[in-house]
């Protein structure tokens, strides 16, 4: 997962507890555009602390995996 794709989740996780930029920037004391950054995968300045905040607000955590030497599905479908 890239930077983009993890944004996109993000904001698909967001919009699943039906909570807007505006909400979250407010309750977390996280500028708006910070996390629209964040979300749109433009910025990589989003620090980790941050990010772990707005997925906690989420009831998500983040996990780290040993990466595999294969190609998973969604890469292999990719490929063009």
């Known amino acids: 997962?890239?930077?983009k794709e993890f944004g996109a989740y993000v904001a698909q996780?967001?919009?699943?507890?039906?909570?807007?930029?505006e909400q979250l920037s407010?309750?977390?004391?996280?500028?708006?555009a910070t996390i629209s950054s964040l979300e749109n995968?433009?910025?990589s300045d989003v620090g980790i602390?941050?990010?772990?905040?707005?997925?906690?607000?989420?009831?998500?955590e983040l996990t780290?995996?040993?990466k595999s030497p294969f190609p998973t599905?969604?890469?292999l479908r990719d490929e063009k």
């Open 13 to 21: 996780l967001r919009k699943e507890k039906k909570v807007s930029q």
């Open 41 to 43: 995968g433009t910025s």
């Open 26 to 32: 407010r309750d977390l004391g996280i500028s708006r």
């Open 1 to 3: 997962m890239d930077l």
């Open 64 to 66: 780290c995996k040993e």
């Open 49 to 60: 602390k941050k990010t772990l905040h707005i997925l906690d607000y989420l009831g998500y």
């Open 73 to 75: 599905f969604e890469e």
